[in-house]
Every structure is written in structure tokens, then in C-alpha cells.
């Protein structure tokens, strides 16, 4: 069965994580987990391919900007990101895009109170 996660929810989850920290690599909580693999994913620029150096550099500023609380590296992010189907990639690594993959796990839709947020 898909899991369903609105915007609004993983938007105000993803300040929460932010804010408080989840330990160190990523979080236990499997919908927290796919709260912030599903943020870094809309934090890169759609519909475009990286190579593995320019993807660590996107992700590491990423994990930046959203605080020193994370205890977070950007390898493990990138693996992350790949194994739940967030991303795809070449086999040798030399080229990333992003993915829908993720989407037999989990959907995240807009609600109601997205349109108030």
C-alpha cells in the first residue's frame, strides 16, 4: 500500500527536523525519512542531469542552508536518495537525474491547508 504525505505536512515536518535534529545519518522515522529525502529532491533543479561531483556540492548545500542541527554527510544523502528511488543514475555513476520511483512507496499531495500555508 502507498503511503500518502500532503506538502503542507512535510513542510512543517521538515522545520521540525530542521530545528531539532534527528542523530547522526538520517532518520529512523520512515515517513521523517522520506519527508527529507522528498525536500532534497525538490531542491534541485528540474529536469536536469548532474554528474556525481556537481550532485555532492547541490546536496551539501542543501544539508547546509537547512542548519547545523543535522548530522547529516552528503554521500549518505545521495545513496539514500538513490536506494528509495528519488534518483536514478547511470551504473557507472557518471550521470543523475530525478525520479518517480519513489512513488510506490509514497505520494505526497497537496491539501486543503497547503492552499493556506
Known sequence: MTETISTFEAERRLRVLAKSGFGAGLP????????????????????????????????????????????????????ALIDEGFLERVPDGSRYWTSTGYERYVRFVASGSDAQA
Open 28 to 79: 529512523r522515522r520512515r515517513n521523517d525519512r522520506w519527508i527529507l529525502l522528498f525536500s532534497a529532491r525538490a531542491a534541485l533543479p528540474a529536469g536536469e542531469r548532474w554528474n556525481e561531483k556537481t550532485l555532492n556540492e547541490l546536496l551539501a548545500a542543501w544539508i547546509a542552508r537547512l542548519g547545523g542541527r543535522l548530522e547529516l554527510d552528503h554521500v549518505t544523502l545521495r545513496r
